[in-house]
């Protein structure tokens, strides 16, 4: 007989229903944590960002010479004392450390200060004179796709569209006794984080930029700072800070390249410390997503097509938008066994905020529409809401809407179970009478 | 103008200098060094720089140097003075009560000024004493979780 190597044998599975206690939680009660907003180094410079504040607009001139003035400032910078590309995103290189040529978004970034005291910084950031030439704003999803209305980015508004194709949509909507039609419209999201984004550069003796960040990713962090600054890979080292709450907002650059572009400009040590108002305008928020489901489902409680439209708001550049919306398409069916199916998703560029990742990633959207399209369904067909989701989900065997077949760690049968048992258990009713 | 003020920080008088209209806040973080006390929202809304001035947690953004001399002030830098931590600040963490950590030097002061005035509370007095401060990582039930704990443990160390 062969040795049992099995994790439960092995103690592979020690961790498993104890309680373990987070390594880093007591510095962290004891208030003894330094997060980057809290660190001090000898010389250090304090930075400040002018940002657009408007939404569209050609920039003509920007005038720092009032702001380069002001007693105790070391730098005011625009995009062209930027020494690299200038460009930076997660998914395609769309959105500028300052901006050059246009504003695309209230949050763009078009001048950045330094100076021995914070104080100084605001005051230098509020003598920046902008001569701005208003374009017209693209802030809605009808904007975005209006054909007359101007490019934001090179390649027009529309960045992506993906399709989900399942069975034969005709048959579907043939063989349905029931069929409901809903827009649905979920809102822009801020994760907010108790820590607003900070951070801290320097360039150490031997000429490496060090920048010290809270963030959730820094080798794609240095990726995209090396090219921006114009410096080789192993030129800049992106040192993990103690993180305040990311949700997705982390992933993407925050202050990294600002800190750094100052730093290597100044020589000298730089932080950057968003103020809350600041971190609400500025970086990534959740997509929101304008969804037009109609979905059926026959007399005998069985789901019978989803014909949808997804568009989703990604702001003035991309980052992970293209991928969030995208997923909220796979995912429009929720944990549910729909046969036939047609989703398609429009992934826009509008003069908004920009919208990356965070926490649920475009499933979160596509579920206000899947689940309420469900309890109108269910309550069409005189059924239990639980009942009809029992009946309907997602068993080992049975493929999602991509076609990926279901094993038995699909768990979403013995969870409802589990619900209708504690309901009964507790003689719990739905609010809404059906049947 | 800057002024010389004299605050009573943690049982001790701390020198410094500062304009009337900075907070204690600023104060206590940029002066004094003093940066368990976290800079969330700076308007009041986050709980996040709470500490106790004469003995009743206050947000620290919104009081100003000057109306803090003459007041005890103190900071979640003294709460494990002796090198101890305190029964809140040890619950929050074997109850998993810590995440990123940001809230938790602000939900902890709070936690600790109920304990002082209320040995014995329950869970809706430990729910309204930190209804102040934001966390957005635990869901807060761990963290009333652990304050119950830290009362049971002062309450049992007092009998």
């Known amino acids: 007989m062969s040795e049992d190597t099995s994790p439960e044998t092995t103690g592979a599975y020690h961790w498993i229903g104890k309680n373990v206690t987070k390594p880093d939680a007591l510095e962290k009660a004891l208030g003894a944590t330094e997060y980057v907003g809290d660190m001090v180094v000898p010389g250090m410079l304090h930075a400040k960002i002018l940002w657009a504040g408007a939404p569209h607009g050609v920039i003509r001139n920007i005038d720092t010479k009032d702001a380069a003035r002001v007693p105790g400032v070391a730098a005011v910078l625009t995009a062209s004392d930027v020494p690299g590309t200038n460009r930076y995103g997660l998914a395609v290189p769309d959105q500028r450390a300052l901006a050059d040529d246009k504003v695309r978004s209230a949050g763009d970034a078009l001048a950045l200060v330094a100076a021995e005291d914070e104080e100084a910084a605001e005051e230098a950031v509020a003598k920046i004179k902008v001569d701005l030439e208003p374009l017209r704003p693209i802030l809605t999803y009808e904007d975005a796709l209006d054909p007359m209305a101007p490019a934001i980015h090179e390649g027009g508004n529309v960045f992506q569209h993906t399709t989900v194709r399942k069975g034969d949509l005709e048959k579907g909507i043939e063989e349905s006794d029931v069929i409901v039609e809903n827009a649905y419209h979920t809102h822009r999201m801020d994760h907010v984080p108790m820590e607003p984004e ?145 989703v398609d998703t429009y992934t826009l560029y509008t003069n908004n905020l920009v919208s990356g990742a965070m926490r649920g990633f475009g499933v979160m959207q596509a579920a206000v529409a899947h ?65 | 103008m800057r002024q010389r003020y004299a605050l009573r920080v ?32 700076n308007e009041a ?46 619950q929050m963490v074997e109850q998993g009560g810590v995440q990123c950590g940001y809230c938790t030097p602000g939900m902890i002061m709070s936690a600790y000024a109920l304990l002082q005035e209320n040995p014995h509370p329950t869970d809706e007095e430990i729910r309204f004493a930190i209804s102040g401060n934001i966390c957005r990582c635990t869901g807060y039930g761990k963290i009333v979780k652990a304050v119950r704990a830290a009362a049971e443990e002062v309450g049992r160390a007092a009998s």
């Open chain 2, 10 to 41: 943690n049982g001790e008088t701390r020198e410094t200098e500062a304009e009337p209209h900075e907070s204690l806040l600023d104060v206590l973080r940029e002066n004094l060094r003093l940066t368990g006390s976290k800079k969330g929202c």
């Open chain 1, 198 to 342: 900070a951070g801290l550069a320097y360039v150490d003796p031997s000429g490496v930029l060090n920048i010290l960040v809270g963030t959730q990713y820094p080798y794609r962090d240095r990726r995209q700072i090396a090219p921006a600054l114009d410096l080789a890979m192993n030129k800049v080292r992106v040192i993990q800070a103690p993180i305040g709450g990311g949700f997705g907002r982390k992933d993407d650059i925050t202050a990294e390249i600002h800190v750094g572009l100052l730093a290597l400009k100044t020589r000298r040590p730089v932080r950057l410390v968003y103020t809350r108002e600041e971190s609400l305008i500025a970086n990534t928020k959740r997509h929101p997503m304008a969804m037009n489901f109609r979905t059926g489902a026959r007399k005998d409680g069985l789901l019978t097509f989803l014909d949808g439209d997804i568009y989703g708001d990604t702001g003035a550049g991309v980052s992970l938008g293209a991928y969030v919306i995208k997923k909220a398409g796979i995912h429009a069916t929720g944990p549910y066994d729909v046969p036939n199916i047609r």
């Open chain 2, 45 to 90: 809304e986050c709980g996040s720089c709470t500490v106790l001035l004469n003995g009743r947690p206050v947000v620290s953004c919104l009081v100003l140097v000057p109306d803090a001399v003459g007041r005890d002030i103190v900071t979640i830098e003294a709460l494990a003075g002796d090198g101890t931590p305190h029964p809140v600040q040890r």
């Open chain 1, 371 to 435: 689940e309420s399209q469900m309890d109108q369904l269910a309550h069409r067909l005189g059924m239990s809401p639980l009942e009809f989701r029992i009946k309907n989900c997602l068993k080992p065997g049975l493929a999602s809407s991509t076609g990926q077949l279901m094993n038995e760690g699909c768990g979403i049968e013995a969870t409802l179970q589990r619900i209708k048992d504690y309901m009964s258990a507790h003689d719990l009713r739905f609010n809404r009478p059906h049947a």
